[in-house]
């Protein structure tokens, strides 16, 4: 996998022109997002943090997989700590409207915390999610930490969401899946592509 930063934009109207395929990377302030972006890229490319909130730009990075490129928008952590009801107040206007209007977004990442896996927020983030998904889009629920659980609350979690993907960022558990499930959503098999091209 190749990665190349491309840039960091500290607000939407500075975001990168629409040209390619994007993943868009979300997730509440400390889920381990920059962690996460750290593994995935196998190189030091977001700052992990103790303190929470620390990402407040939104970041392009050009990933070539397999001989295809897509973006990977790493997008501001949202709601630490307090339960919002309205992804609007606690994100801002322009970024809802963004992920609403970006038409090159595929694929949603949401990073969830294993510990935690049924916040309000993170619930409230997925409906926000689904009320305006299009046909040509889909969310990724990627459940972080998972270093933290025992084996047997990681086998009741992964039953509960039988579609999630789970990793540790720390272990470097479960990454691979996740490259290769966006390889999967993106392009499909390579015989579906070769005639859609
Ligand atoms: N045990 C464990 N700790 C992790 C994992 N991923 C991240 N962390 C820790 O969680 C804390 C937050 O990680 P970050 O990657 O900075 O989280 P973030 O979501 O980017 O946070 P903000 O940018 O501050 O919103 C750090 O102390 C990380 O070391 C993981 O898979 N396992
Ligand atoms: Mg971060």
Do not use: C
Not at 8 to 22: H, Q, V
Not at 46 to 53: I, L
């Amino acid at each position: 996998m190749k990665v190349k930063f491309i840039k960091s934009a500290p607000t939407i109207k500075e975001a990168i022109e629409p040209n390619f395929t994007e993943v868009a990377l979300l997730g509440r302030s400390n889920v381990g997002k920059s962690s996460f972006l750290n593994t995935f890229t196998n190189q030091k490319i977001a700052k992990v943090s103790s303190t929470p909130g620390k990402t407040k730009l939104i970041n392009f990075f050009e990933i070539e997989d397999k001989g295809k490129k897509y973006v990977l928008v790493d997008l501001p952590g949202f709601g630490y700590a307090k339960v919002s009801k309205s992804m609007l107040k606690d994100w801002g206007k322009n970024l809802d409207e963004f992920l609403k209007n970006r038409y090159n977004i595929k694929l949603f990442i949401h990073l969830r915390d294993a510990r935690h896996p049924d916040l309000d927020i993170d619930n409230n983030v997925d409906e926000y999610l689904k009320s305006f998904l299009r046909k040509d889009q889909q969310i990724l629920t990627v459940f972080t930490k998972i270093d933290k659980l025992k084996q047997s609350e990681l086998a009741k979690l992964k039953q509960k969401y039988p579609e999630a993907l789970f990793v540790s960022n720390l272990k470097k558990r479960g990454i691979n899946k996740v490259k290769e499930k966006i390889n999967e959503i993106l392009w499909g098999n390579y015989e579906n592509n070769q005639t859609n091209s």
